[in-house]
């Protein structure tokens, strides 16, 4: 299965744009990339995905290298409640989500 | 739409018992669900694909006989932990797959079981 790499932690001030790398080099032509953050105590939740274009949502936006062996989550302006763990996968033929050790996002105030 | 619901979602039970957690799709069917385990501080690891009306595939050093994963029907999949020791206590999060091209998957809230 595809592996991801993400920095273990990350630290941001509120109200400052974010950028959370993560590095697929193993990534095939047909996975997409997905991004999803888990808060303390809580399941994760979906924060966007991609397969080889940019993409924005209403909370992140995807950037994804030519190559697509590396893509960055972009949030425009942190705040606190976005202080959460946030996960790079990639969704193979299988389906099956295998989860990377994720990036612990810290917001100071 | 897509919400995935745990019940329940924190249990304490004493080692040597069983607990199931149930796992649903409120809003949409899942043909396929799947059940992760999260220790503290980590990443969550799959434990098992649950497809409805089958057997449930394990991934390799996940115990089947411990971790009996029932779904039946497109809304519900439970997870069983039998026997229950303290090295089982965990977060346990279930998802499912609404289908679509890319099969995303939606995320219940975990269960937390402590087993004493």
């Known amino acids: 299965d595809a592996k991801t790499t993400q920095p273990n932690s990350m630290e941001s001030n509120e109200e400052e744009p974010v950028h959370l790398p993560c590095n697929h080099s193993?990534?095939?032509?047909?996975?997409?990339i997905h991004w999803y953050r888990q808060l303390p105590s809580q399941g994760p939740e979906y924060v966007i995905h991609?397969?080889?274009s940019n993409v924005n949502n209403r909370m992140a936006s995807l950037a994804i290298a030519e190559d697509r062996k590396s893509s960055t989550l972009i949030l425009h302006r942190a705040t606190l409640r976005d202080a959460a763990v946030y996960y790079c996968?990639?969704?193979?033929?299988?389906?099956?989500?295998?989860f990377g050790t994720g990036t612990r996002l810290k917001v100071l105030a | 739409g897509a919400v995935v619901s745990q019940h329940p979602s924190r249990v304490i039970c004493k080692s040597g018992t069983s607990v199931k957690i149930e796992c649903r799709s409120l809003?949409?069917?899942?043909?396929?669900m799947f059940w992760y385990r999260q220790f503290p501080k980590q990443s969550l690891m799959l434990m098992a694909t649950?497809?409805?009306?089958?057997?449930?595939?394990?991934e390799q050093g996940v115990e089947k006989d411990k971790f009996l994963i029932n779904h039946a029907s497109l809304t519900l999949s439970t997870l069983t932990v039998t026997s229950a020791h303290p090295e089982d206590s965990s977060f346990y999060i279930c998802?499912?797959?609404?289908?679509?091209?890319?099969?995303?998957?939606?995320f219940g809230p975990g269960t937390r079981l402590t087993v004493l």
């Open positions: 991609g397969l080889t």
């Open positions: 649950s497809n409805e009306g089958s057997k449930a595939t394990y």
């Open positions: 809003d949409f069917q899942a043909t396929t």
């Open positions: 998802s499912a797959e609404r289908g679509g091209i890319y099969n995303e998957q939606f």
């Open positions: 193993t990534i095939s032509g047909t996975d997409y």
């Open positions: 996968i990639l969704i193979t033929r299988t389906y099956k989500y295998i």
